[in-house]
């Protein structure tokens, strides 16, 4: 069966890129993997900064966000409900690996990433240069 992933991060762009994929899907007949990407702030060297941060907070917090967006999109049609999947790690390596022997990667054009993604986010462009299957990247929807 075929496997769709989409990276989904809260922001317009992931919502309409999970927009896409399911719709997709349903035209495919296949699956869809909703996957988010977390990572535990670097916050110095243990002897000079004793924070300790739990990354399971941070997983969690993935996991909501995640969660609430797949809430948003109309999944019926697909079959099976959507796949969620929250890994640690930098989003475009987290992509880029859940996307292979996939056959699609679907991510928005800017997500969360700030002047540095103002045309194609870094996450999206970095997927599209690195990914082993065919990336969709879809624009933010419009009002």
Do not use: C, N
Not at 17 to 26: C, D, N, T
Not at 53 to 76: G, I, N, R, S, Y
């Amino acid at each position: 069966m075929e496997r769709i992933v989409v990276g989904v991060d809260g922001s317009e762009g992931s919502v309409a890129a999970l927009r896409w994929g399911v719709a997709e899907a349903v035209l495919r007949g296949a699956v869809v993997e909703a996957v988010s990407a977390f990572h535990v702030p670097y916050v110095g060297a243990a002897s000079v900064m004793p924070l300790m941060l739990d990354p399971a907070e941070f997983k969690d917090a993935a996991d909501a966000v995640l969660t609430k967006v797949v809430a948003q999109v109309d999944a019926d049609g697909l079959v099976e409900p959507v796949r969620q999947l929250v890994i640690e790690g930098p989003a475009s390596t987290v992509l880029v690996e859940a996307g292979r022997g996939a056959s699609l990667l679907v991510v928005g054009a800017r997500g969360h990433g700030g002047l540095a993604g103002m045309l194609l986010g870094s996450v999206s462009r970095q997927v599209t240069e690195h990914a082993t299957v065919p990336v969709v990247v879809v624009p933010k929807e419009r009002s």
